[in-house]
Structure formats: C-alpha cells, structure tokens
C-alpha cells in the first residue's frame, strides 16, 4: 500500500466547502483537524482516495481537484515549496519535483520527457483507476500548474496542452478555463505539455546560493529516509509499487531503487535474501490487505496484485492460504 503527504488531504476537505464536517472527514484518515498542517505526516493512498469518493456520492465533484489545486503554494510544501522557487527557472523548478516527489508520495513518479522542442511533465500512478485516484491526478496538475504560476516572472504560466487518460466527466469547461488551454481526456498519458519558452522563463525568486542549500537540505532528507528503510522493505515496496504493471522483473526492481541488478542479486545474497520470494510474500500480503478493504473487487485484485487473470489469482491465493479470495474476504467481516 502506497502514501501520500496529508497537505493534498487538507486542501481538498477544504476545497469541498462548509457543507462538511471537515473535522471527522480529516479524522477519517486520521487527520487532526487542529494539528499544525506537515507535509511530511502521510496518508494511505487507498484512504485518501476513499475519502474523495465519500464527497462525491453527496455532491457534484467535478471541479473539485482544480479548486484544492488552484489553492497550492509553494510555501505549502515546505523546504520542496522553497525548492521549487528558488530553482533558476521553471525547468529547473520541475526537475527538482521530479527528484523529490517521494519525499510526499510514495505512489507517484514524475518525469520530464522531450518533445521535440517542448517538454511533457507526466506522472505514473499506479492502480485501479478508481473515481478517487481520477480527481488526484486531476488535483496533481492543477497544483503542479498553480504553482508554477505563481513563482514564474511572468506569471501568466499556461500549459500548451493537459492530457488525463481517463474518460471526461459530462462537463469539461471548468478544466479548460482553469488550465487556460485544450484538455484531452481519454489520453495515453497523465501530462502537461509545456513549451521551451515557458519552461526556461526565469523565475520571480531565482537564486543559486539558496538553491544550493536547499538542495542540500532535500539530498539529506532523501538520505535518511533511505537510511531508515532496509533492502527488505525498500524491495518490497518497490515490487509492491511495481505489481499493477504485472509480474515485475529483477533488473526493472533494481533500477528503480538506483541499482544495477547484478549489485542488487549480491545484496540480496548477502542479506540471505531471495527476490523471488520476497514477490510471492509481498504479493500475498497485498493482496490480504486489499481483501480487507471491500471497495476493491476481486478482479481489481487479481489486477493489482500482478495476475492478469482473475482465475490464476484465485488458483495462487488459495495455494499461498488455502482459501479463495472471496471465502477469505467473507471470513474478515
């Protein structure tokens, strides 16, 4: 199971207005509303989407992620916030999100992609594209062009084209007034389109000296945290985040935690460790958990836990605890 920081929480309860008891719905995810709002206290990814899809069965959510987006501001992110600012230009700003977003999500990767001479800014989520993973993404680009908006010397930051690749909702011109350009749903990508002119604009607040030791400031803080976890957990994880994509490979694993596999087989050696049973046990273990949770079908799963079919899902988790997934979902509740 994935996370995200709490500050994406708070703002869309806040976006949704007065009509909600935000104390019980912040509370929900386990959110004290009178807390001091921190960036890096974070949410399970399957709760915060649980909680959008609570809000949209009472009312019309359709521009919901644009509001909590269009009320982002770097100051909210904290040293990334100040990051982001204090980068050159808003090219540099991007890259640096690019760097650090796990320091506030461990569900979403971002990437800079060249084309031609513009740049698509994209971020991969992983999962059933479910109602509330939907209007993250949708909150996703809306804070990520909110915010170059406001550091931008010119402040008039407006993408050349928004890509979502889900369905639109029946009303799409509150996103075409809020990005200020074409909007295509249904795409291949979950993307900005951003020309060269806009993404090498020098920014309002530009500085290298500060720049220099907020980066540094990130660099330790990516350090710790990869300090903190062992090989076992940051393997898992990483196969864990890997698994709606299917069955994921050792040298694919590898990479994403910044290893070549040859170096990864000897830790794992080492450690006394084996990546294929490591899979089997983190792919049991999810798929425990998301039984656990009846908002998930048993096909979505099968789909989430790397199973491209329902029934070899059903064959390997009665191997793995000797019941199907439906007769193990019926014991816990």
Request: aromatic share 8%; proline share 4%; hydrophobic share 40%.
């Amino acid at each position: 199971m994935g996370s995200v920081t709490s500050l994406f929480v708070r703002k869309m309860v806040a976006a949704a207005g007065s009509g909600f008891d935000s104390r019980m719905l912040l509370a929900s995810v386990g959110i004290e509303e009178q807390a001091d709002p921190d960036p890096t206290l974070m949410v399970a990814d399957t709760a915060y989407y649980g909680l959008l899809e609570d809000l949209a069965r009472t009312v019309d959510v359709t521009d919901l992620p644009l509001r909590a987006g269009a009320s982002m501001r770097c100051d909210d992110y904290g040293a990334l916030g100040l990051a982001f600012k204090a980068a050159p230009t808003l090219r540099g700003s991007y890259a640096r999100v690019a760097r650090y977003a796990q320091l506030w999500t461990s569900v979403v990767e971002y990437q800079l992609e060249p084309a031609g001479e513009n740049t698509w800014f994209r971020l991969h989520r992983a999962g059933v594209r479910r109602l509330g993973l939907r209007l993250s993404n949708e909150a996703t680009l809306a804070s990520a062009t909110t915010i170059a908006r406001e550091v931008s010397s010119t402040g008039r930051f407006v993408p050349l084209e928004v890509h979502l690749q889900h369905l639109p909702p029946s009303d799409t011109s509150h996103h075409t007034a809020f990005f200020g350009c074409p909007v295509f749903f249904g795409s291949d990508r979950d993307a900005l389109l951003i020309s060269r002119a806009a993404l090498d604009t020098p920014n309002r607040l530009g500085d290298q000296a500060i720049s220099q030791f907020l980066i540094g400031h990130l660099d330790q803080e990516l350090a710790q945290r990869a300090g903190t976890m062992s090989l076992r957990d940051a393997l898992r994880d990483a196969i864990a985040r890997s698994l709606s994509d299917g069955l994921p490979r050792m040298e694919d694993v590898a990479r994403r935690l910044g290893l070549s596999a040859r170096s990864l087989h000897r830790r794992l050696a080492a450690d006394g460790l084996s990546f294929q049973a490591l899979t089997k046990e983190t792919r049991r273990e999810l798929a425990e958990g998301l039984l656990r949770d009846e908002r998930y079908s048993l096909s979505e799963v099968a789909f989430l836990t790397g199973f491209s079919e329902q029934s070899a899902f059903t064959r390997a988790f009665k191997r793995w605890v000797g019941d199907t997934p439906a007769a193990y979902r019926k014991a816990q509740t």
